[in-house]
């Protein structure tokens, strides 16, 4: 698998609008807009979790960046299951850094918990925390236009 893999997850593609993933996703649960900022959040929760958010640009609705996870990977998986989204890079959740870098090779930075690995109008970081024996428990998603 490359880096550009990455360049669609979860059924949304780059390039795609907000509109795309309420199509896919559903309402939201919660949603953060600010008048100060370019974007707006959208946040799901699965129970009383956060599992996923979407952050766009209010000007053109183009999706920027997408947060799947949090501490309990199960009711991220769970949540998936429920919302029937088959993908198989949502699978690194649960892996050990050790297996993600086998797949995708070295980072090109490391900061703490963090693995970033950056290519052309992409960039992907895997929240592997010590804590949790540097298994992933979040992956952040960022598209550049």
């Known amino acids: 698998m490359k880096l550009d893999n990455f360049k669609s997850f979860l059924g949304i593609s780059y390039g795609d609008t907000i509109d795309k993933a309420i199509e896919v996703f559903g309402n939201p649960n919660d949603e953060y807009r600010n008048e100060e900022n370019h974007y707006c959040v959208y946040y799901y929760h699965f129970e009383k979790d956060d599992v996923l958010s979407i952050s766009y640009n209010k000007e053109n609705n183009l999706i920027e960046s997408m947060f799947l996870g949090q501490r309990h990977t199960q009711s991220t998986l769970g949540w998936l299951r429920m919302?029937?989204?088959?993908?198989?890079?949502?699978?690194?959740?649960?892996?050990?850094?050790?297996?993600?870098?086998?797949?995708?090779?070295?980072?090109?930075?490391?900061?703490?918990?963090?693995?970033?690995?950056?290519?052309?109008?992409?960039?992907i970081d895997f929240n592997c925390p010590e804590e949790n024996d540097f298994f992933c428990q979040r992956i952040l998603l960022n598209w550049y236009f």
């Open 83 to 123: 919302k029937q989204i088959e993908d198989e890079k949502s699978s690194f959740l649960g892996l050990h850094i050790d297996e993600i870098i086998d797949v995708l090779g070295v980072p090109t930075e490391e900061e703490v918990n963090d693995f970033v690995y950056k290519g052309d109008k992409i960039e």
